[in-house]
């Protein structure tokens, strides 16, 4: 991951950008971690991860029949194999 100042991203904000879209980019101010730049699709990613862990508490206490009647359902939109 690469790291660049505030002024830095402020100065170089194209160049920044283009390095984003290919790598997080973890933006300092004053010299510690403040900001963190990242793709779109880097992002949505992260956020479908969240979604998921997020359900995933939500049913760690659920019986196995109600989780298995959730997933089923998840999936009912695939072709059975």
Do not use: C, F, N, W
Not at 8 to 22: K, T
Not at 36 to 55: F, G, M, N, P, Q
């Amino acid at each position: 991951m690469q790291t660049v100042s505030a002024s830095d991203l402020q100065a170089r904000i194209g160049e920044v950008s283009d390095l984003a879209r290919r790598e997080p980019v973890t933006v300092t101010q004053p010299g510690r971690p403040s900001l963190v730049l990242l793709s779109s699709e880097d992002y949505e990613r992260l956020k479908r991860l969240e979604d998921r862990a997020t359900k995933a508490v939500r049913t760690a206490d659920l019986p196995a029949a109600t989780i298995d009647a959730m997933l089923d359902a998840d999936l009912s939109h695939l072709p059975a194999e």
